[in-house]
T-cell receptor, first 112, second 113 residues
Framework: NAGVTQTPKFQVLKTGQSMTLQCAQD?????MSWYRQDPGMGLRLIHY???????DQGEVPNGYNVSRSTTEDFPLRLLSAAPSQTSVYFC???????????FGSGTRLTVV | SQQGEEDPQALSIQEGENATMNCSYK?????LQWYRQNSGRGLVHLIL?????REKHSGRLRVTLDTSKKSSSLLITASRAADTASYFC?????????????FGAGTQVVVTP
């Protein structure tokens, strides 16, 4: 029972590079989210999905794109990395919109 | 903007003692959730309390919710060294904000043997 799997665990990017953070869940959850965690600020919602083909913006969506082609996968794309995107990124999923979320172990991203 | 704010920011206690942390929020909620995060790991869901509930228990955890004061508290009884972690409250808003959790900055708890 893998739960929510995020890859890679660590990544260093140069300013201007693009990359995709992968997130996959095997619990058949419809609801998936991406958060970033910065020191002293808790987690902030980047993008949200209520099912395949449906996504919505969160609190800090600028510079990030998402798509949801399957129930299992919810990749997060950084279009042109900036130092301000240095953070720890978490993917989470839930069976219901108002239930508890299962989190992945995170991706630590550094943009230099 | 953060919806929830935890208090205190940090808490240091001895094993066997109780730990209490508080969360205040700003707007109406559908439910409030508490999560634990061990250093360098993902968040783990602890307990969820709905807006029409006032108190909920789960093992050594007790959560209260006062919607009139827009506040919640998490009590961990008989703390253990393994309870050392950061604890976050997260609010789930109403209607079109369902599922878009808003987190506070967390309370860092250290339990010493």
């Amino acid at each position: 029972n893998a739960g929510v799997t995020q890859t890679p665990k660590f990544q260093v990017l140069k300013t201007g590079q693009s990359m995709t953070l992968q997130c996959a869940q095997d619990m058949n959850h419809e609801y998936m989210s991406w958060y970033r965690q910065d020191p002293g600020m808790g987690l902030r919602l980047i993008h949200y999905s209520v099912g395949a083909g449906i996504t919505d913006q969160g609190e800090v969506p600028n510079g990030y794109n998402v798509s949801r082609s399957t129930t299992e996968d919810f990749p997060l794309r950084l279009l042109s990395a900036a130092p301000s995107q240095t953070s720890v990124y978490f993917c989470a999923s839930s069976a219901t919109p108002s239930g508890g979320y299962t989190f992945g172990s995170g991706t630590r991203l550094t943009v230099v | 903007s953060q919806q929830g704010e935890e208090d205190p920011q940090a808490l240091s206690i001895q094993e066997g003692e109780n730990a209490t942390m508080n969360c205040s929020y700003k707007t109406s909620i559908n439910n409030l959730q508490w999560y634990r995060q061990n250093s360098g790991r993902g968040l783990v869901h602890l307990i969820l309390i709905r807006s029409n509930e006032r108190e909920k228990h789960s093992g050594r955890l007790r959560v209260t919710l006062d919607t009139s004061k827009k506040s919640s508290s998490l009590l961990i009884t008989a703390s253990r060294a393994a309870d050392t972690a950061s604890y976050f409250c997260a609010t789930d808003g109403v209607t079109d904000s369902w599922g878009k959790l808003q987190f506070g900055a967390g309370t860092q708890v250290v339990v010493t043997p």
